[in-house]
Nanobody, 129 residues
Framework: EVQLQASGGGLVQAGGSLRLSCLASGAHIDDYVTGWFRQVPGKEREGVSCISRADGPTYYADSVKGRFTIAIDKTKNTVYLQMNSLRFEDTAVYYC??????????????????????WGQGTQVTVSS
């Protein structure tokens, strides 16, 4: 069973960058579909970006396309979310999550939170305007 530990959040000005890391332990990260989700108080958890193994399909929410990049480093058993050109509306608690398996194509459905069985703790991202 995989355990996930998220880190890298913080306070940044609008237009700045952050890189979130999700370290997996107890299993090989490449045996799982992994994703980043975010949530603000009073709103549903949103799938931000998901990836099926290091060389597999990726999904990005429309709101982050062209600004965020998800990647897996198998040597470090870590999933990264590089976030550039951050906006005030990116402010949220970010979670990494995983489910065992793989997907063949990038569709919205594979970045839906109910699919994910394993969750890390959240990391706060705050973007000041």
């Amino acid at each position: 069973e995989v355990q996930l530990q998220a880190s890298g959040g913080g306070l940044v000005q609008a237009g700045g960058s952050l890189r979130l890391s999700c370290l997996a332990s107890g299993a090989h990260i490449d045996d799982y579909v992994t994703g980043w989700f975010r949530q603000v108080p009073g709103k549903e958890r949103e799938g931000v970006s998901c990836i099926s193994r290091a060389d597999g399909p990726t999904y990005y929410a429309d709101s982050v396309k062209g600004r965020f990049t998800i990647a897996i480093d198998k040597t470090k058993n870590t999933v990264y979310l590089q976030m550039n050109s951050l906006r005030f509306e990116d402010t949220a608690v970010y979670y990494c999550a995983a489910f065992r398996g793989s997907v063949a194509t990038a569709t919205t459905t594979f970045c839906n939170s109910p699919l994910y069985d394993y969750w890390g703790q959240g990391t706060q991202v705050t973007v000041s305007s």
